[in-house]
């Protein structure tokens, strides 16, 4: 058997028997076992005794030990950069194969040089936190820290680094939290982490850069267009939804075209936007997290809402089958959580389309009993508005809670959508 | 004011000042509001002080009391027909605007000539229920009246009509429940009631019986490829899922193609198939109800699994986020949930894309926990596997379980995906 003088780290050549192979080598606890990181991204596993030959092409060296310094950018635009954490702000711990958060802010500056020659940054960094991590104190964060960036600097827009798993729900908190937009708030992630050949790290946060320049007041979600690395769509920030585990377009547009595409630095609208403006942002996060989002299924218990109610409970909304129905057996239980005060709200499982409650009898019997039927809205946008809506203290009673939901504030409801 | 000498059902043209337009007058609340169905289907409201001029241009008759009886089928081929409800067995009913139920399976007859046309019928109607209301007895109904004309009729296979809201649901469990399959099984439906000019019945139902006659023992959903109304798909009944709440082409293939593409009497197969057999279907409807489906959000506390642990439950799906994350709080409540016997499984929210644990710490230290990543699996098609998995007596504690959830049964897993 060869001997392998490479440890974990190292980017290497292995000769099998009837082909070579090239990646970087794993921690393994397997003794008769060799990991290996391919370009593609995969890990495999090899027979320590089918590899006949080692050449190592690059030795490990962890670069993010070396100092670096953010450089000044004298002249260029200025935009302010609120760093959170996720895929993006990540490395691949060449060690053990997996993708470790960065926990610096100059680490981040490092990996993207291109972000600092084409603009002046301002850099803030609340916390360094993975998206399924998040709740609604770290959206109320971001968007304290992005209000005093748009109304207190002078600065051309926001962009926020964001993990991928909840970054559709911070989306939809902000586009409520930040009320009379008057600069760009672009959220941006990657799929893959950016020492990795295939991340899609540099496009999305290049295209959120051009978004941040470009004459739009709306909070968006900026990421790959399709699975080629060659364009960008800006997605409404209440209408987008992480819809694949992996793909780098992962996040689409729901019930809505998206608001730009955005190809290097030129943006395209594909839509009525609201335009830059010399208004003053406001800030409201109020928010209630006595708000749950509970999907239906068959033969579920409508016990789940008594439990609701028992926990005290103020709004829930429940993702509905079809136009908007549960089965009869909830009819009862939803009579009883609206009447002990538990907003209830309903939103589709299917994801695209619109509900109607008018369609079938069940879904008259349901609206009957109060539940709010809130139209093509998102079930995570639903949730987030809920909770924001019954944070408010003033906006007091069942009947002004319904008029609040179904208010129009940030695009929620795409009126013109009709199939 | 003119006088409108029409009523409830009628089907009417009004003159108005700039233009006339007709639909079916539906009954109506507001004395100065006329409501009228248009061809399109939307429903519109119209003051009666605009109307200038009204022609009946064909009365209401009540055609479902007429007499029908099933035609007989000699020498065609022979299918067996399993009615329960939902749209395809509605029509409009003409004085409410809303959606009726086809009380009697003549009724259902009548609607179809071009099934009795092509085949000899056997039909079953074990019920007539809106797909919200069925639960697993009602999957265990319809798969027993299947394994019986499978194996006792001489039939080439059997179709059932079922409504959209959680026809996924069932097309999942039958997948499960009919073991060693031997014919084909086609599930079908509409979401356009046939009465309806853009009725969507017809051809999916004349794509569901090519289904049948063709060369695939496999439970498939026929369905609408497209929006147009020109040709349908076979979709797996474990990889399909309704993905819009109108749209006739709302079952779309998530993570696997299409089984085939169904042209007329021309069906296509795009990917490997389950051939016709002589052996014997065999049934096997054991399920338990003690079974739920959560999905995650940020947030949400954990108590939720203590809730189910104290009901009683044998198992939970919970949706998580990415590649099958949730916050770090919930790493104690799942371990105390295994510990105490519940089955915990992790599906994708996203839908589309396949779970992994290896890539982030966070997936890794869920795993740990024991519970188990259900790779590509449908959270709906996980939920109904779970139920029947927990049903089997005999396939007794948390491993036998989890070697059981990840036994790929009906390519509820998709093994050649890779993105």
Redesign the interface.
């Known amino acids: 058997m060869v001997e392998i003088k490479a440890s974990a780290g190292d980017y290497v050549r292995f000769g099998l028997a009837r082909k070579s192979i090239e990646g970087v080598i794993l921690e393994s606890h397997e003794k008769d076992i060799v990991l290996l990181k391919l370009n593609s991204g995969y890990?495999i596993g090899i027979l320590r005794e089918n590899i006949l030959d080692v050449k190592v092409l690059r030795k490990f060296h962890d670069e993010a030990r070396k100092d670096f310094s953010i450089p000044s950018g004298k002249g260029k635009p200025k935009i302010g950069l609120i760093v959170t954490g996720g895929t993006i702000a990540s490395k691949l711990d060449a060690r053990t194969?997996?993708?470790?958060p960065l926990t610096r802010v100059e680490e981040f500056a490092k990996f993207y040089p291109k972000l600092f020659e084409r603009c002046d940054v301002i850099i803030e960094n609340p916390f360094m936190e993975?998206?399924?991590?998040?709740?609604?104190l770290h959206w109320k964060k971001i968007a304290k820290i992005a209000e005093k960036m748009l109304n207190d600097y002078q600065i051309e827009g926001v962009i926020i680094t964001h993990?991928?798993?909840?970054l559709h729900?911070?989306a939809a908190a902000l586009s409520f939290f930040l009320r009379n937009l008057n600069k760009p708030v672009a959220l941006t992630f990657s799929q893959r982490s950016i020492d990795r050949a295939s991340s899609d790290a540099e496009l999305n946060l290049d295209c959120a850069v051009s978004f941040v320049l470009s004459d739009c007041a709306e909070v968006a979600i900026i990421g790959h267009a399709s699975?080629n690395d060659d364009f960008c769509y800006a997605l409404r920030g209440t209408k987008a939804r992480?819809?694949?585990?992996?793909?780098r377009d992962?996040f689409k547009s729901i019930n809505s075209e998206p608001i730009a595409k955005i190809n290097g630095d030129k943006v395209e609208f594909l839509r009525q936007r609201r335009p830059r403006n010399k208004e003053k942002a406001e800030l409201d996060t109020d928010f209630s997290?006595k708000v749950?989002?509970?999907?239906f299924?068959?033969?579920?218990k409508p016990?789940i809402l008594d439990?609701y109610v028992k926990?005290r409970y103020k709004g829930i909304v429940i993702?509905m089958?079809?136009?908007g129905?549960?089965?009869?057996d909830w009819i009862p239980a939803l009579k009883k959580a609206i009447k002990s005060g538990m907003v209830v709200c309903a939103s589709?499982?299917?994801?695209?389309?619109?509900?109607?409650s008018?369609?079938?009898?069940?879904g008259?019997e349901i609206e009957k009993t109060g539940v709010i039927f809130l139209e093509d809205m998102l079930a995570?946008t639903a949730?987030v508005k809920l909770g924001w809506v019954l944070g408010h203290r003033n906006w007091k009673g069942y009947e002004k809670a319904k008029e609040k939901m179904m208010e129009n504030f940030a695009d929620e409801f795409n009126e013109l959508l009709t199939?």
């Open positions: 890990n194969g997996a993708v470790k993975l998206s399924e991590n998040m709740n609604s993990g991928t798993d909840t729900y911070t699975m992480k819809m694949h585990t992996s793909r992962a997290d749950a989002l509970v999907k299924y068959p033969g579920q016990d439990y926990e993702e089958t079809g136009f129905h549960v089965s009869e589709a499982q299917t994801i695209y389309g619109r509900l109607s008018k369609i079938y009898s069940t008259r995570e949730f199939d």
